[in-house]
């Protein structure tokens, strides 16, 4: 677009009427002049040191909301920087850190975890964190449901406290999947939110927390600001003065601020990264996106002829291409599914193998798939098109969402290859809301969608193939939408919910990843990447990829209290400490 | 008088039917707002958590009679809810943080289109057929023929990004804080000019095609020959005696044009990430948020009838033929 147009909106006035409309165009040249003047000073005024502009969210208004149990609801980062969990789970290291409990500790039948907390931490009012806030928090979850997201109380029975140890004593024996429960937990102070009449609604305008960055110091629709902790609990952090969070409403819009240098710590989905945002300043500029999301899967109805044979679920997977499909959907962020299912997320839970021995149906090959399907009786009719055993048309559905692009295009990919094989698949577009909806109820042949991508392979299969999870068509299923049951799934899982011995965790779960590979429950297409962009112009100690000590994504609660902490404007020296590590035991007074 | 008071009835009887439409309508859309609410979560939410959220956030079960029956009577009490995007925040709260940003953007896209749109029309068809006519009418048509949000995203994309000239987002600069100083007022209108602009572009084209062509129909009539023989110069007679009367359609067509002024206003406050209703909206609607879109429709239907409302007076002054 040519600069001129911009400058002068109006074209030059015809004759005659010239008097009203120079006057017009003079008072429009003034206005400019005097706008282009601020626009100047203004790009100066931005450089304040100590001060990073974050874009956690997509969001192009905010709403004063620092309610710590609802990490979709309240402004970022109220669950992990503004409040803060127990500990972390670091996805990089598969390290679990210890933050605000110093240490734990599973009793030998697994029916009791203690937890000891850290001394010398405080909250913004000056009074010390004690084990009678964890105490309070994880009470306050059970009075109050629809605070307990990950549902720590259907595993726990009681909670009990002796000076600063806190135990959760469990209903069955329960290990390691508590942890990843537990990270999710922001702990709050009992003698505020005891006052507080209905936590749930409550926006808690004014926290009161013991987070690095605990203070807000301003707030409106399309700017919030975050000031540093004077007195956090671990010495000589944080780093940075102010956090910015400006209200940006689309992707687009997020791109240009980065690209632009205007933000320092972004969340952007960038096509052609390289190109558009590296190549500006490859000094500064720098992304990761790793593959630490869910599994995005395509799920069959497997009560739903003919889904209910995983030899046709085999044979669907075995016709999508999925170089293809990583390569042109996901424009290379991300690699081809295996048939375990298993993202980066728990790359070290996964085993080699059992894809060896079981045989890995993700390699695309149409052929076998074609004779999978004549097997099944899914034989070609004479217009070329796939028929059911019974001789009637087989005409699925495959469901996407709106405005979702990258899995849009992953769909028309996997339409086109299904279709190159006979089956006469149609794509289906609904809202998200009307999308999830058919997922819930079962309503649905074949859907896209995400999977769980917590810590352990436990919850990851138990949304799969748990017979707990599993809901009769038409009732709504929080999970498990394919509807899939395998007794010895349930079995496994409960033996490795259980289990407090790694080497019999690893057995177990390479059992469960047999158990996927053998039945398909699911039928995996590319782990999930997440996106994390940062500019070091002016802040320093982000995670790089020489020493990627966490991930860089600042959306992921609460490991990005784990970037949050190691944060400094440029040229200073590093904080103390080990990043992506336990905090040195320095709070102690 | 009882023009104005049959009116007032017209305008009484459309907001009660705008009210139950905003009721009804946003219930049509397919789908329901607790699968959306948990499609937000992306599975990060627990089940149990969830049905007791679903409890927390009021989506129930209920019958639409019933719940349609209850938003009449939180109605009254000047109640609308809790929005469930942006829970737990009252939808009255998240609305009025956002009205007066997009009232500010659209009434001065407005008056600026307006003014502009008719003024060129009535220089256009005062001067019909000329060069001038010719080019200057078929930019703003083509211009009026794109799409607002298409046009805001050149605009950011030429006017922001390319050349720097002007702010990507925001009704006013990060550092700032609202004041009535002349840096913020600066500031604001810096940042309000690509939004305006492209809705200008957008909207200006049919107020000048308007008003050219009224023009042209009342420089038929008698008394602008008889303007011209008494030897007026040609600005008295297309200001003083042509334009008042050429005016009348453009003014009827003004409340009309607020609704589509809104809503392109909205379109492009997305694009130009500006703190207006516009995103809420767009929110609203992808969240199958109820509550909150009852409100925005509401807001939004009231302003637009009650900126009709307000023509229909206006024009009991400007045409002595209603004034009985």
Avoid at chain 1, 208 to 220: D, K
Avoid at chain 1, 249 to 254: F, K, L, R, T, V
Avoid at chain 1, 475 to 501: I, M, T, V, Y
Avoid at chain 2, 99 to 104: E, M, S
Wanted: charged share 20%; with cysteine.
């Amino acid at each position: 677009m040519p600069r001129r147009r911009l400058a002068s909106p109006h074209r030059p006035p015809p004759r005659k009427s010239e008097l009203s409309l120079h006057q017009v165009g003079l008072w429009a040249l003034m206005a400019l002049g005097l706008a282009f003047l601020s626009g100047g000073c203004k790009s100066e005024a931005r450089q304040e040191r100590g001060v990073m502009t974050v874009v956690p969210q997509l969001r192009a208004s905010w709403v004063r909301n620092f309610n710590p149990f609802f990490e979709s609801h309240s402004r970022w980062p109220a669950p992990a920087g503004v409040y803060e969990p127990l500990l972390i789970y670091n996805r990089i290291t598969g390290n679990y850190v210890p933050w605000l409990a110093e240490s734990w500790e599973f009793s030998a039948d697994s029916r009791e975890l203690t937890l000891k907390i850290r001394r010398g931490v405080h909250f913004s009012d000056g009074r010390e964190l004690t084990g009678h806030d964890v105490v309070f928090t994880l009470e306050l979850m059970r009075r109050f449901a629809a605070l307990d997201q990950t549902s720590i109380w259907s595993h726990v029975e009681r909670v009990s406290q002796a000076e600063s140890l806190v135990h959760l004593h469990f209903k069955a024996p329960f290990n390691l999947p508590i942890l990843a429960l537990l990270e999710r937990v922001p702990i709050v102070p009992a003698h505020i939110w005891s006052k507080i009449q209905d936590p749930v609604t409550f926006s808690n305008p004014e926290p009161i927390a013991t987070g690095p960055y605990n203070r807000v110091l301003y707030f409106s629709p399309q700017l919030y600001e975050l000031g540093r902790n004077p007195n956090y609990w671990q010495k000589g952090k944080p780093g940075l003065d102010k956090i910015r969070v400006p209200a940006i409403g689309s992707n687009e819009a997020q791109a240009l601020a980065l690209i632009h240098g205007e933000v320092d710590w972004g969340a952007a989905f960038l096509p052609s990264v390289e190109r558009i945002f590296v190549a500006k300043d490859p000094e500064h500029h720098q992304y990761q996106f790793p593959s630490l999301e869910g599994t995005v899967m395509l799920y069959a109805n497997t009560k739903r002829a003919p889904f209910q044979t995983s030899a046709v679920r085999k044979a669907l997977s075995m016709a999508i291409d999925r170089a293809k499909l990583v390569r042109i959907a996901m424009q290379g962020y991300t690699r081809a599914a295996d048939a375990t299912g298993l993202s980066e997320q728990f790359a070290a839970w996964h085993d080699a193998k059992v894809l060896e021995e079981e045989g890995d149906w993700t390699q695309f090959d149409p052929e076998t798939a074609a004779r999978l399907l004549d097997q099944a009786g899914l034989k070609k009719g004479p217009d070329g098109l796939r028929r059911l055993p019974n001789g009637a048309p087989w005409r699925p559905e495959l469901n996407v969402v709106v405005g979702w692009s990258d899995w849009i295009i992953a769909a028309q990919i996997i339409v086109r290859n299904l279709q190159a094989l006979g089956v006469d698949v149609k794509l289906k577009s609904y809202d998200q809301g009307a999308w999830f909806q058919r997922l819930r109820l079962g309503d649905f042949d074949l859907s896209l969608s995400w999977s769980n991508g917590t810590a352990t392979p436990w919850s990851f299969y138990q949304y799969q193939m748990s017979k707990d999870t599993l809901r009769p068509l038409g009732e709504p299923a929080e999970r498990n939408w394919q509807r899939f049951e395998s007794e010895r799934a349930d079995a496994l899982l409960n033996a490795f919910a259980a289990s407090g011995d790694a080497d019999e965790r690893f057995r177990i779960s390479s059992e469960l990843q047999r158990e996927f590979v053998r039945h398909a429950p699911a039928i995996p297409l590319f782990p999930g990447p997440i996106w994390g962009e940062a500019n070091t112009t002016r802040i320093e100690g982000f995670p790089t990829r020489e020493a990627p000590y966490a991930p860089l994504a600042p959306y992921k609660a609460p490991g990005m209290l784990l970037v949050l902490t190691e944060l400094r404007p440029r040229g200073t020296p590093p904080l103390p400490g080990t990043p992506g590590q336990a905090p040195s035991p320095e709070g102690s007074p | 008088m009882i023009y104005l008071l049959r009116r007032l009835g017209f305008y009484v009887v459309a907001w009660c039917v705008s009210l139950t439409l905003n009721f009804f309508i946003p219930r049509l859309a397919p789908g329901d707002p607790a699968s959306a609410l948990e499609a937000q979560f992306q599975g990060r939410l627990d089940p149990a958590a969830f049905e007791a959220m679903r409890v927390a956030f009021g989506l129930s079960d209920e019958p639409a009679t019933v719940l349609f029956v209850k938003y009449l009577k939180n109605l009254a009490r000047g109640d609308l809810g809790v929005s469930i995007a942006h829970f737990p925040a009252p939808v009255s709260e998240v609305i009025g943080q956002g009205l007066l940003w997009t009232l500010f953007l659209s009434g001065l896209a407005l008056a600026i289109s307006f003014s502009l749109g008719t003024l060129l029309g009535t220089v256009l068809g005062f001067f019909r057929g000329g060069r001038a006519d010719a080019i200057v009418s078929s930019i703003f048509t083509l211009f009026g023929a794109f799409p607002y949000f298409w046009l805001a995203m050149i605009l950011l994309y030429g006017g922001g990004f390319m050349t720097g000239l002007f702010p990507l987002r925001h009704a006013y600069s990060d550092g700032l804080r609202p004041s009535w100083s002349l840096e913020f007022a600066v500031d604001v209108l810096h940042h309000a000019f690509l939004p305006a602009l492209a809705i200008v572009l957008a909207s200006a084209g049919g107020w000048l095609i308007t008003m050219r062509s009224s023009m042209m129909s009342v420089l038929g009539e008698d008394f602008i020959l008889l303007a011209r023989a008494k030897g007026l110069s040609q600005a008295r007679v297309m200001l003083r005696y042509a334009a008042p009367s050429a005016i009348l359609p453009s003014l009827t067509g003004f409340g009309m044009a607020l609704g589509f002024i809104l809503s392109g206003s909205l379109l492009t406050e997305v694009v130009f990430s500006y703190p207006g209703q516009g995103y809420l909206f767009f929110e609203a609607v992808k969240s199958l948020d109820y509550p909150l879109m009852q409100g925005l429709f509401l807001s939004i239907t009231s302003s637009v009838l009650l900126a009709n409302m307000a023509v229909d007076v206006g024009l009991v002054f400007f045409d002595p033929r209603l004034r009985k």
